[in-house]
């Protein structure tokens, strides 16, 4: 290595100038491996996110029967599924609902039937009619709360009254039924890949991260980056689980 000195400074003068740039160099050394670590560590980091992402959502593709519905599990464990439009409403009521199974429905136009797969508890109950009501007109309305009645599934028909037309989704109720009310607020949560939305009681105990919502004023995309970003997951899968409409969020919450 040449090392140039300048002849009209003393030898002190030269040796005191070389120590400083030696000092700069040393500097610009020392921070530029810092940079190097960094981005190594960051890329590394990438890596690792990349491949976890792609094995949740390779695991994600290998979807259970009922995720093609509006679903969740209730606290005391039973199945509980929903429509998602008029064609899955359907589905859910002529193809996987049993004679004797609860089916529950918001009173307002436009809303999913949800329907408790085997015997219903008191507990389930409660979050279904929460759930038959998240889903409803009632959250892009901006409602607060919402009745919801619900019956056997032997009570519910296709055929209509002389003189009347039952649209595609809808179904006619006859007998007694009984009614709630569901509160709308709901959660959303995820657990190994799996993004569940649903009530506080049932997502709360199941969930490792969790993010509450009720109707506001925020759009369903600017919900979707919000959620996906805090719960770290596809906002595909975000799409697929929340409300229809405008929201706020409540609270985000980790165990």
Not at 65 to 77: A, D, M, Q
Not at 132 to 142: H, L, V
Not at 158 to 171: H, L, W
Request: aromatic fraction near 8%; charged fraction near 35%.
């Amino acid at each position: 290595m040449e090392i140039e000195l300048d002849t009209t400074k003393s030898a002190a003068k030269n040796a005191s100038e070389l120590f400083q740039k030696a000092k700069k160099l040393e500097a610009k050394s020392l921070r530029a491996k810092e940079i190097l670590k960094k981005l190594a560590k960051k890329m590394e980091n990438a890596k690792v996110n990349t491949i976890n992402k792609k094995d949740v959502m390779k695991e994600r593709k290998k979807r259970e029967w009922f995720e093609k519905f509006r679903w969740f599990t209730s606290s005391t464990g039973k199945l509980v599924i929903g429509g998602r439009d008029a064609t899955s409403n359907e589905v859910v009521m002529k193809k996987n609902t049993e004679e004797n199974e609860l089916c529950f429905h918001a009173d307002i136009v436009g809303a999913p039937f949800f329907v408790i797969k085997g015997e219903a508890d008191k507990q389930t109950i409660e979050e279904t009619i929460h759930a038959a009501g998240i889903f409803s007109k009632a959250w892009t309305g901006g409602y607060g709360s919402v009745n919801v009645f619900y019956a056997p599934r032997t009570q519910f028909s296709k055929q209509a009254p002389s003189g009347e037309y039952i649209s595609k989704g809808g179904f006619m109720v006859r007998g007694k039924r009984e009614w709630g009310k569901a509160i709308l607020k709901t959660y959303i949560g995820i657990k190994d890949g799996i993004v569940i939305c649903g009530p506080k009681s049932a997502i709360e105990p199941w969930a490792d991260k969790m993010m509450g919502l009720e109707p506001g004023d925020l759009k369903p995309g600017e919900i979707i980056k919000k959620a996906s970003r805090w719960l770290k997951i596809d906002a595909d899968e975000i799409q697929r689980v929340i409300p229809s409409g405008k929201s706020k969020i409540l609270v985000e919450k980790k165990k």
